[in-house]
């Protein structure tokens, strides 16, 4: 039977942070959460049999990322992304942002930078910045609502403290899928200025029709050998709370440093049911996520065709992955002169809407809110709805 993804699903009382924090507008009215990045579908039925199988055994001892979850996995990334990977390569994390947190540590010094490319994942900056690093922006550049790497503006910020690259593919929020040309002259930039790329590659299984995702690592081998990749089945499956991930780390010298990093952050060991959860998605869940981008695809189609019919004074960028769509709010707020704090007080207090806003993306997201299409389309219509209230009461 296909997955029914039209189907609502009451997730409050599950402690999710999307539907029991910040769940209430000041008049006691429930919000409609559109922020956080987790879907509110079920995950597949393979998955969720293997956890009640699991669960079914009275004991929860440690556990390690098995052969089994090991192999699932590099037998996804061969048949969904034509990548070769060796299991030896893989390094566990329990999450792409403790791994991205783990690599700037064992790669970087203290005063050392790193370059991102804003507007981005918000975590980076302070991942960073909290471990006594210096964010260098290397904003993404707009054309028309297609946002593209600034490869010029790249190779004039680096300097002899320059160290690594965190690159977003596919780039939340922008959605935009990076292609084998982009990825290929950023690898070559980062090569020529010795740097280590440090690839999440968490929103790399929800592409949208049409569009082809590339694993930075098999574009080359010399690229591959330079590069950290944080790939993840905790978006992809919708299991984010159960925390899991692997670092495909090809030279053996960096793996070992990355290795021996997250060791003495303590957090070599995985959960239990994630790689339970992990190892039965990977194994199984191909058709789930072929039915879920289908759906995903057909609500993009659709969101796009209404959102410009109904909101002509806001702009929208085109989605070719994640299921995140990225709002321009600039011309409203131009002409109404409210600003991000104003538009986010509508959203809430008028539409009972929460978006994530884009100042949270860096200063290159202000004008912008972020909208998490993965739900019934009914609700996608609802937050539409919401989204209409709350722009009539900016003016
Ligand atoms: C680009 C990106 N990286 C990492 C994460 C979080 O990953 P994890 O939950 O594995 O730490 C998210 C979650 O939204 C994300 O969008």
Known sequence: ????????LDRRGTDSIKWDLKSLAPDGRRILPMWVADMD????????SALRERIAHPVFGYSYPSDDHQEAFTAWQRRRNRWEIDREWLVYAPGVTPAVRAAILAFTEPGDEVVIQP????????????????????????????????????NAQITNRTRMLILCSPHNPVGRVWTPNELTALGELCERHDLTIVCDEIHGDLIRDGHTFTALGSISAEISNRTIICAAPTKTFNIAGLASSFAIVQDPRKRKALSATIERLGMDLPNTLSVTAATAAYTCGGEWLDALLEYLSATYDWFEREFTARFPRLGLCSIQGTYLAWLDFREVMEATGADETMVQRALLDV????????SWFGSAGQGFQRMNLACPRDVVREGLDRLELALEALG
């Open 1 to 8: 039977m296909s997955p029914d993804f039209d189907h609502p």
């Open 41 to 48: 579908f079920p995950i597949p039925d393979v998955v969720s």
């Open 119 to 154: 507007p981005v994942y918000n975590p980076f900056f302070t991942a960073i910045r909290d471990n006594g690093r210096v964010v260098i922006e290397n904003p993404l550049v707009s054309v028309g609502h297609r946002y593209e790497m600034d490869l010029e503006h790249l």
């Open 351 to 358: 539409g009972g809407l929460r978006l994530s806003e884009g």
